[in-house]
Nanobody, 117 residues
Framework: QVQLVESGGGLVQPGESLRLSCKKS????????MHWYRQAPGKQRELVAT???????DYADSVKGRFTVSRGNDKNTIDLQMNNLRPEDTAVYYC???????????WGQGTQVTVSS
């Protein structure tokens, strides 16, 4: 069973930055995709950023140019650097790991990000 643990959430003012981290337990699959999702109150969960095991990345249009997703040097963490945060970025952010072609789909417990003046 893969475990994902997020950290780094908090309360910031508009325009400020936060860095989220997601640490995964030992993982035996060579090919996988990791995502950051977020869910604001009363809204559906939305995909924010993606990074593959070979470091290809993709972003939602709403965060392009502000957020950067990357894998840590030990390849067991993924980070989400969030710059120029806006009130509409307020949500619970979840880390997700999927193995293509299988039913392996794991979620972290979520971390709250609040952007408010």
């Amino acid at each position: 069973q893969v475990q994902l643990v997020e950290s780094g959430g908090g309360l910031v003012q508009p325009g400020e930055s936060l860095r989220l981290s997601c640490k995964k337990s030992t993982f035996i699959f060579r090919f996988y995709v990791m995502h950051w999702y977020r869910q604001a109150p009363g809204k559906q969960r939305e995909l924010v950023a993606t990074v593959t095991n070979d470091d290809r990345t993709d972003y939602a249009d709403s965060v392009k140019g502000r957020f950067t997703v990357s894998r840590g040097n030990d390849k067991n963490t993924i980070d989400l650097q969030m710059n120029n945060l806006r009130p509409e970025d307020t949500a619970v952010y979840y880390c997700n790991l999927k193995v293509p072609g299988t039913d392996n789909n794991y979620w972290g417990q979520g971390t709250q990000v609040t952007v408010s003046s």
